[in-house]
Structures are given as C-alpha cells and as structure tokens.
C-alpha cells in the first residue's frame, strides 16, 4: 500500500484524477469503479476539465457505482444516480447505457444485487476503483462488523454513517436506514484501487488503516492485502499517522 500526503483537497482532486486520465488514456474502454460523496468532487472536476480540454474521451467507458439508497429513485436529489449525474456524468460523454449505478428501489434488492455483481463479472472486472472512507472506516456501505462482506448486499446504515450523512437531508429522520451496496470482496477484485481522504474528521480512519491491522471493525483495513492501492491524504486526514 502506497500512502501519497497532499497539501488539500484539490491537489488530492488533480492527483486522483491525474489517474484516471492516465487509466483511459491507456486503455479507453476501461471499467472504472466510482463513488459518491463529497471527498471525490474535486476529482470529478479534473476528469470533467481532462473532457473539456479534449484530453480525455470517455465514450467507450463503462462505470460501475459502489452504493445507493435503499428506497430513493433516480429523481431524488438524494440518490447516488442523481448525484453521479449532477457531478461527472452530464458533463462527460460516457454513454447512458454503459452506467452502471444499483437501483434503491428494486423489488428485490437480494436480486439486485447479484445482478450487478454478475453484471461487473460480464464486463472483465473493474479495472480502477475509486474509494472514500468512512469516520468508521467504512468503504462503499460496509460498516464495521464482525466479518467481511463479500458480494454486493443490502446493508443497515450504522447511526455514525446516519450522523455523518444527515447533512444532505432536512432531518436525520429522512436518512434512509438501507443502503445496497458493493461488498468488500467486489471492491479487493478490482486490479487498481486509489482512497481518498480529507480533513482532520477522517484522521482516525485513516490511522487505523495506515498504521492499525487487518480487521473488519475497520473495512478499509483489508486494502492493506491488495497489491495495488494507492491513499491519497490531505495533511489533516494523515495527521495522526505522524
Ligand atoms: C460513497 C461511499 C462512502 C463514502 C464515505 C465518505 O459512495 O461509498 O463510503 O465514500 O462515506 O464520504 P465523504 O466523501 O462524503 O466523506
């Protein structure tokens, strides 16, 4: 595991998105793993800028999601589809089929998600996943817990992820207390994987996966058994590693 210190979150933005530049640059129609929150914006900019600039071309791109709502609608300004529009997708020329975002309002969610994870298998893997990380240490919606998760699973938010989330709704009341999302397994498939981290809040996150064991009371832990992951920090989130 490499771990990359940044002066803010803009450098962090051109750094991470440096890399997914280089990715499709290398190999257009690459599979890219996506999240949502406000750690990856500034990186979304850089890719929309790579676009604009005629840098980067994301028409043979396929994306894959890690999480969504259980219970919220692509309409809702809440959901991870609305959000991933409203950030990156309106703004680059990835084509609408090849978005690959869980749906929060499935029949079936169980259904739901082991289609998706057939659908990642069918389209080779993912080839760089993008992560943020949780205050816990969760990544995608896996909260701490006694084991790891494996395939994409319906999950219960835990009351720090409904505490920390609250902020984008008008009460913590209209937090949805259900989430799909990849599993931990699904995310340790994909050949290249960058964190990203800002501000002092996630400092003891990012000290128990930096410095701290292997273990599922901390997800983002299991990163440290990959052969490829990279950790972008602003200087406030490593602050503790010191
Ligand atoms: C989002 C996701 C979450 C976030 C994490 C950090 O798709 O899976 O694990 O990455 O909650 O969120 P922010 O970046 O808002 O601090």
């Not at 900019?45 to 604009?52: G, N, R, T």
């Not at 409904?162 to 259900?178: L, M, T």
Request: hydrophobic share 40%; net charge negative; with cysteine.
């Amino acid at each position: 595991m490499v771990v990359k210190v940044y002066k803010d979150a803009a450098a962090i933005g051109a750094a991470a998105g440096m890399v997914f530049a280089s990715q499709v640059i290398t190999k257009p129609d690459s599979v890219l793993g996506l999240a949502t929150g406000s750690t990856p914006i500034p990186t979304y900019k850089f890719m929309i800028k790579a676009y604009e600039d005629g840098i980067v071309d994301y028409s043979k791109v396929t994306t894959f999601n890690l999480d969504e709502y259980v219970g919220l609608g692509h309409e809702h300004d809440q959901s991870y589809y609305y959000f991933m529009h409203d950030n990156l997708f309106n703004y680059i020329n990835v084509p609408e089929e090849s978005i690959n975002v869980l749906s929060g309002t499935a029949a079936d969610p169980d259904k739901e998600c082991a289609e998706y994870e057939a659908r990642i298998d069918a389209a080779g893997g993912i080839d760089l996943q993008i992560l943020g990380i949780g205050r816990n240490g969760h990544i995608a919606f896996n909260e701490p817990a006694d084991d790891f998760a494996d395939k994409t699973h319906k999950v219960a938010l835990t009351e720090s992820t409904i505490e920390a989330n609250k902020r984008f709704f008008a009460s913590a009341d209209d937090v949805p207390r259900y989430a799909v999302s990849m599993g931990i397994g699904s995310i340790m498939r994909a050949k290249k994987i960058i964190l990203i981290a800002t501000g002092a809040d996630k400092a003891d996150a990012i000290y128990a996966l930096v410095k701290g064991g292997v273990t599922p009371q901390c997800p983002a832990s299991i990163l440290r058994m990959h052969s490829d992951v990279t950790i972008f920090c602003d200087e406030a989130a490593y602050s503790k590693c010191k």
